[in-house]
């Protein structure tokens, strides 16, 4: 537990003991973060659950990298509060006292940001002020006590001087004039209004009973202001219009939305965030998947190895001239072939040691530009599960009209005829097989305990970085490649350094399936020179690493602690190369709270 709140995790474990749960399996160490530390280095822990700082937060990332322990994190928060026209106004302003002033504000999903909209701003602001004054401070032990103290005198100075920063930098100051004790960690309740989204005081977490507002015009002018901030964790949206909520709830980048309500929370529903909130869930269903390790297959190992040393041979190159036209694979960048940009290309071989072709050498600039690619193209996100389906049954189509072509090519790495056909007409039916499931990984409607549903929405991550291993280079690629798709990613995905060529090729399916430009980036070269700044950059939201140093990829994704996913023992990609484990890695949930009746 935190060093300042110990009693209550020790009163847990009284109670476990009571409970007579067996002893060893739950087990409460005090101490301060040196304590933590050796926790998370100790090699016999296999999970780590962190909630905390999002600096800690990226240590442990940091910290765990290529251990192979599981890691989920609830971070720091800066969660928006809306405030629609229609609203109700005093439910409102009782949500703004719950969301902000509850527990003095320290809370990772505290509503400390204010949206209102510009009609009715003035009017709320003064019913929220006179809301305010009414608190009453004091010993939290009391029941008519509203507000308790901060944890301690460092925190407090912590909250008076990003206060005193908001006023420096044009702020209007609202705090409440109730009495403060006249001992104790006391701060009154405060409210910073004529702030600019850029403000310190509006992207930090203030972690205090700070709450700072904003007003909007339009819809999309609230999605753009809550979205502004690094932090994902949580939203509250209040409207009458059930149509309204329901239209900003998906598009709020939180992992939590509550609809005229906040502060809601039950077991059987999962809570987490997104960006630098963190990322895993706990509660609910997704909540145990976080808790579980499925394990591959193992009889890919001797296979990959096999596959490997032919297509790797160490034999010196024999340098016999190439038939034909030399078609150098291109890369596959913004929905066009490219060239790699420092101009360097690589010799590929076949299975005899013999150079079969040059592909490009890629660098860090050639993954910043697929990346740019991915991120401006949103075309396929705002696709339905349907629209996207149908355009991968339109790649699947496709890739049999090429069955031929693929199989030369991995017959070239050293496949059997029957080899390469199996390979390929296993990646037709991975493909045939995430495309039925883009409108059929449907959420589900969590029973919790209130008149209302939370209802689990899964939602595409957005950008997703994959490096595909050396085994089974066109079935590995597709395989994932398929599952990111049908979830609505857009992908940068590093082709097999050892043999590129089938997913080089795959460029000729996707040109003729109707697949949005930047949807799909594919980069060739040496993986250890493009995991680096594929892993580490701002705007890759996950790395998915199969057959690499999961130390690099793992460490370097703590940059804006994106998701991780990573094997470093080869899988059997025929038998075990799909299912609902690579959707759920292709996703995330938001779960959205709504009450119902009067």
Not at 45 to 54: D, Y
Not at 133 to 140: A, E, F, Q, T
Not at 216 to 229: G, I, K, M, Q
Request: aromatic share 8%.
């Amino acid at each position: 537990p935190a060093e300042f709140t110990s009693l209550t995790a020790l009163l847990f474990a009284e109670i476990c003991q009571q409970a007579g749960l067996p002893k060893g399996v739950v087990n409460v160490v005090t101490g301060d973060g040196q304590t933590g530390q050796h926790i998370v280095k100790h090699p016999d822990i296999k999970k780590i659950a962190f909630t905390g700082s999002t600096a800690v937060g990226r240590w442990i990332r940091q910290a765990t990298a290529g251990s192979g322990k599981k890691l989920s994190l609830e971070l720091g928060g800066k969660s928006a509060f809306i405030v629609c026209a229609d609203a109700d106004l005093d439910a409102a302003v009782e949500g703004v006292v719950d969301a902000i002033w509850f527990n003095q504000g320290q809370v990772c999903c505290a509503g400390s940001r204010l949206l209102v909209q510009e009609a009715v701003a003035e009017r709320f602001h003064k019913k929220l002020i006179t809301r305010m004054n009414k608190l009453r401070i004091g010993d939290p032990l009391d029941k008519s006590i509203d507000m308790g103290a901060i944890i301690d005198p460092r925190q407090q100075q912590k909250i008076a001087t990003l206060v005193q920063a908001g006023v420096d930098a044009g702020a209007c100051l609202n705090q409440s004039d109730a009495a403060l004790p006249k001992s104790g960690c006391f701060y009154p309740p405060t409210l910073l209004t004529d702030v600019s989204p850029s403000d310190q005081v509006v992207q930090d977490e203030i972690f205090g009973p700070v709450l700072v507002s904003m007003t909007y015009r339009t819809p999309d002018e609230a999605v753009a202001l809550a979205n502004n901030s690094r932090y994902g964790l949580a939203a509250s949206i209040w409207s009458e219009n059930i149509n309204m909520a329901m239209h900003l709830a998906p598009l709020v980048q939180a992992g939590v939305v509550w609809i005229n309500c906040t502060n809601q929370f039950d077991a059987a529903a999962g809570f987490g965030g997104v960006k630098e909130s963190g990322f895993g869930r706990e509660g609910g269903k997704e909540g145990l998947y976080e808790y579980l390790k499925l394990k591959a297959g193992k009889s890919a190992k001797k296979q990959a190895n096999q596959a490997n040393k032919k297509a790797n041979s160490n034999k010196p190159a024999k340098s016999e001239p190439i038939e034909g036209m030399d078609k150098t694979p291109k890369m596959y960048i913004g929905g066009k072939q490219t060239r790699p940009d420092g101009g360097y290309s690589y010799a590929i071989h076949n299975h005899q040691g013999e150079i079969i072709t040059h592909a490009g050498l890629g660098n860090r600039k050639d993954i910043r530009n697929a990346v740019e690619a991915a991120a401006g193209s949103r075309t396929w996100t705002g696709m339905n599960g349907y629209q996207r389906q149908q355009v991968m049954y339109f790649m699947a189509e496709n890739l049999t009209y090429r069955q031929d072509e693929f199989a030369e090519r991995l017959m070239q790495q050293g496949h059997s005829k029957k080899q390469a056909n199996d390979e390929v007409n296993a990646a037709i039916e991975c493909l045939s097989y995430y495309a039925a499931w883009c409108d059929k990984y449907d959420g589900q409607v969590h029973g919790v305990p209130m008149r209302g549903v939370a209802m689990a929405m899964h939602e595409p991550i957005g950008v997703i970085g994959i490096q595909c291993p050396d085994e089974a280079p066109l079935l590995s690629f597709i395989a994932l490649l398929a599952p990111a798709l049908a979830m609505g990613n857009r992908v940068v995905m590093t082709a097999s350094e050892a043999f590129p060529l089938p997913a080089l090729d795959f460029y000729q399916v996707l040109n003729t399936s109707d697949v949005p430009a930047g949807t799909v980036n594919i980069v060739s070269g040496q993986q250890a020179e493009l995991s680096k700044p594929l892993a580490g950059h701002m705007n890759v939201d996950a790395i998915w690493a199969f057959g690499a140093d999961s130390q690099i990829i793992e460490h370097e994704s703590a940059t804006n602690l994106k998701r991780s996913w990573t094997e470093t023992e080869p899988r059997d990609w025929l038998n075990n190369g799909r299912g609902k484990e690579f959707l759920r890695q292709a996703s995330q949930v938001k779960n959205i709270w709504t009450p119902y009746g009067e």
